[in-house]
């Protein structure tokens, strides 16, 4: 499982290499593709098989995100109709929204910022 997980991982990680290597696209819009990219394979139903498959492999990068955002509104449609496409996606990735904010602090605490040049 650990050996499915490096390569599909491995794999989404090339995929984003090469864009930042071969593409004029910033690094900002690659993540922001990424995480659309696993909302719209996830909403056609491709994303939930590899998933099974490679397990943190495919949840772990920013298609991941995508995909737990997906299934969060998938779930708030489901228990609250069209006010649930509004909150299930918050609701579904609000534990990883939640530590990013809270490493993020602390990082903020720990590091010093300084003049890039």
């Known amino acids: 499982m650990i050996l499915k997980a490096f390569l599909i ?12 290597d071969y593409t004029s696209m910033t690094p900002a819009r690659i993540l922001v593709l990424f995480v659309t ?5 996830t909403a056609f139903g491709l994303y939930e098989p590899l ?12 298609t991941g995100f995508g995909y ?3 299934k969060g ?5 489901q228990e609250h109709g069209l006010l649930g496409a509004l909150m299930g ?29």
């Open 51 to 62: 998933v099974k498959f490679a397990g943190a492999g495919a949840t772990v990068p920013l």
């Open 9 to 20: 991982g491995g794999l989404i990680c090339v995929l984003g290499q090469l864009l930042i």
């Open 89 to 117: 996606g918050v609701t579904g990735a609000s534990g990883g929204i939640a530590a990013a904010i809270f490493f993020g602090f602390i990082v903020s605490l720990i590091s010093r910022s300084g003049d890039k040049s």
């Open 68 to 70: 737990t955002l997906a």
């Open 37 to 41: 990219m696993g909302v719209v394979l």
């Open 73 to 77: 509104v998938e779930q708030g449609v």
